[in-house]
């Protein structure tokens, strides 16, 4: 029986750092045996919560270059969500952002490591953080 792809979400408003999620995904599912990714990108983070709602994603990955209040509080929101996976990547780190994500529930928090080459093994990762700390609760 074939295994259903994993459904995938990359937030970011940059096309050039979602390429770059996106391509390490698509080299992951080449690589590999069994991973399958359907992969969706949201570019505008007006009406986030609706728009990650009607996607459902499995995982999702987001990158914050911009760190405004406004979208570590959809954050927070999100984490609201059903429960799921997330990453983080961030360019930059203080120590408010670090907590505010730990708030929101990310299972990995990557500064300045985006990367193709480690796109797969963040992805597993976070999904392996995700279900060890959902085991806890």
Do not use: C, W
């Not at 499995?58 to 405004?68: A, G, K, M, P």
């Not at 952002?97 to 990557?110: L, P, R």
């Amino acid at each position: 029986m074939p295994q259903r792809s994993l459904r995938i979400l990359i937030v970011d408003e940059n096309a050039v750092r979602a390429a770059i999620l996106h391509e390490g995904l698509r080299v992951a599912t080449e690589s590999s045996d069994g991973d399958a990714f359907e992969i969706h990108h949201i570019r505008d983070v007006a009406n986030l919560l609706a728009r990650i709602a009607a996607l459902d994603p499995d995982v999702i990955l987001i990158d914050l270059e911009n760190r405004s209040r406004d979208t570590l509080e959809q954050m927070f929101q999100v984490s609201r969500l059903p429960r799921r996976p997330i990453a983080m990547f961030v360019d930059k780190s203080d120590s408010a952002t670090v907590k505010a994500a730990v708030d929101a529930g990310v299972s990995a928090y990557v500064v300045d490591g985006l990367r193709k080459d480690r796109v797969k093994s963040i992805l597993d990762l976070t999904i392996s953080r995700f279900h060890a700390f959902d085991r806890l609760q």
